[in-house]
């Protein structure tokens, strides 16, 4: 199969970057895995007995990241439309966070320690649809968090530099004592993904 220009760019740049080869030295299934890995250097936000959810999981890096740093004494919960190899220790749920957050009722409200997102869309190629998608999903990763999130919980979200930013910012603040912004060595530079970290859940607006 012929690939196109765009694929060709993308396998040469796979074949250049340390990320890439590091994680498959080290036997993980993403380069996403060494985000994780910096932001909880820096924040110190996953400890052995912390309770977690990964949304957007697949392939499964972060997962493997908190499953290394916790005692597997803890279940961590991993949700992904798209299907994911299973990890010791790790419960996958096969769903859309839009359908889970309509419909699935089986995890408890306010327990969790920490959730974390590193969900994205494919990209369409059309700037304002992407910039749309983007936000429609940080703001299901947002609204997962408040339900699920237990008092002075974290949340960590990927989402993309643009117009809302402010907004989000602020909406945010008023739920979280600390609120950062950062862009982890490993991310691209070029891309315009940062991260949202989020310490200290007040749980004072009960939805
Ligand atoms: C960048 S990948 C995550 C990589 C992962 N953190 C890792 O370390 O391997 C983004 C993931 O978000 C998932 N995703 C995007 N939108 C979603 C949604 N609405 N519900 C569930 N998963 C979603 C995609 O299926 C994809 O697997």
């Known amino acids: 199969m012929k690939r196109t220009n765009s694929q060709n760019i993308w396998l040469k740049r796979q074949k250049k970057d340390v990320f890439v080869k590091l994680s498959k030295a080290k036997g993980y299934r993403s380069r996403a895995a060494f985000k994780l ?8 936000i996953i400890n052995q007995n912390s309770k977690v959810v990964d949304l957007g999981a697949s392939p499964g890096g972060w997962t493997q990241v908190v499953a290394e740093l916790q005692n597997k004494k803890n279940q961590i919960i991993a949700i992904d439309k798209k299907q994911m190899e299973p990890i010791e220790s790790c419960k996958f749920i096969y769903d859309d966070i839009s359908n889970f957050l309509k419909y699935n009722e089986t995890l408890e409200r306010n327990y969790f320690d920490v959730i974390l997102s590193d969900m994205a869309a494919n990209s369409s190629g059309h700037r304002f649809t992407d910039q749309a998608n983007a936000e429609k999903i940080y703001y299901l990763a947002q609204n997962f968090a408040l ?3 237990t008092k002075n919980g974290s949340f960590v979200c990927k989402f993309f530099r643009n117009s809302l930013e402010k907004t989000i910012l602020q909406n945010i603040k008023q739920r979280f004592s600390l609120v950062k912004i950062y862009k982890p060595n490993s991310s691209r530079k070029d891309s315009k993904e940062i991260y949202l970290i989020a310490i200290g859940f007040n749980n004072l607006h009960k939805d």
């Open 37 to 44: 890995i910096e932001i909880n250097k820096k924040f110190k």
């Open 147 to 149: 339900k699920y999130l």
